[in-house]
């Protein structure tokens, strides 16, 4: 059976890094890769977002190259397509590769962020991206072009991908046992997602989920410090508590994710700030399974869904198609 080809995606701001992505290009051709993203997949509005979500998907592994400029931002989300596509990839569990410039290299004030608020965003984002196993430092475009194309080797050896073949590099009964397999999963899983849905439907039927004014007490805590004669501390907890509403709770939640998956843990501290704007010091809600049950709330009626990332080992959140209808009904502006 012939070798395969790994499909790989190559992200990173556009004008800046032109004779880099042009480099990068020959490593990976040279490596029996088939590039995907570079200037047919610059990110510059939601539409062209969406275009490239279904392009990464098809990849089997994906590139950033973090240079000194953060790079266009998507005005509903707040940060760049660049660190969106990032996210994407992370969450979709899509092996990533990360290569910055480091920052001691001195570069023409044309290749180098000069908005504040933006050179903050790119702070941030380099160090989460840094924090990837597969991420390196490079000084020189030399530099670069060499750790990748270690880096993509060793991918290609230690990170099973499915990669792509021709048709005629399958011999016939293989390819027929691997169809026989997969048509007995499909027939597996149509029938758990049949029962599932009649559970859900039985579920619903049976009890008259609440929202809208449905009101959720949050009792929660937080703890001060105080020196005594002895200089010793003491610690001095409060109670707090908050009567709050489901739909304005799921209004926070939906505002938060907009077009993005998050994690339980940034779910609760979105409301906790939210509710409980004045305390500055961590506030921790007394019970530790109220959040769950409020997502599963929202998750019988439809409005979020999960996925667990293998990578992160973590669940995330997102809003469904009737999520994103009902948060815009509720948070946007009306004539």
């Known amino acids: 059976m012939a070798d395969k080809k790994y499909q790989v995606f190559i992200s990173s701001t556009y004008s800046d890094l032109i004779e880099e992505r042009r ?28 275009v490239i979500k279904k392009v990464i998907d098809l990849c089997d592994y994906y590139v950033l190259i973090i240079g000194k400029r953060y790079g266009s931002i998507n005005p509903q989300t707040g940060i760049s397509y660049t660190e969106m596509e990032y996210d994407y990839a992370i969450d979709n569990d899509i092996p990533v590769l990360v290569f910055a410039i480091d920052e001691s290299v001195v570069l023409p004030a044309d290749r180098i962020e000069n908005n504040k608020d933006s050179i903050e965003k790119l702070k941030k984002f380099r160090a989460k991206a840094l924090n990837n196993r597969l991420a390196s430092v490079w000084h020189t475009t030399d530099e670069l072009t ?9 991918a290609k050896n230690e990170i099973s991908r499915p990669g792509w073949q021709r048709a005629f590099d399958f011999d016939e009964v293989s390819l027929r046992r691997e169809i026989m397999t997969l048509n007995e999963k499909n027939e597996y899983l149509s029938s758990e997602l049949k029962d599932t849905k009649n559970q859900i439907e039985k579920l619903t039927a049976q009890n008259d989920l609440a929202f809208d004014d449905y009101k959720v007490e949050f009792k929660a805590y937080y703890y001060t410090q105080t020196k005594n004669f002895s200089g010793y501390k003491n610690n001095t907890k409060h109670d707090i508590c908050q009567n709050v509403s489901l739909d304005e709770i799921f209004a926070i939640i939906a505002t938060e994710m907009l077009d993005v998956s998050i994690s339980e843990k940034k779910i609760e501290d979105t409301i906790m700030h939210e509710l409980f704007p004045d305390i500055t010091q961590s506030k921790y809600i007394s019970d530790d399974q109220l959040i769950k049950r409020i ?14 990332s293998e990578k992160n080992k973590t669940l995330y959140w997102r809003l469904t198609t009737k999520g994103k209808l009902k948060r815009d009904n509720i948070i946007l502006f009306r004539r």
């Open 23 to 50: 480099k990068i290009l020959d490593v990976l051709l040279m490596a029996d890769c088939i590039p995907a993203g570079m200037e047919a997949f610059v990110a510059t509005d939601v539409e062209q977002f969406e």
């Open 146 to 154: 060499g750790k990748l194309a270690i880096s993509i080797m060793k």
């Open 295 to 308: 997502l599963n709330q929202f998750k019988a009626l439809d409005l979020i869904a999960s996925k667990w």
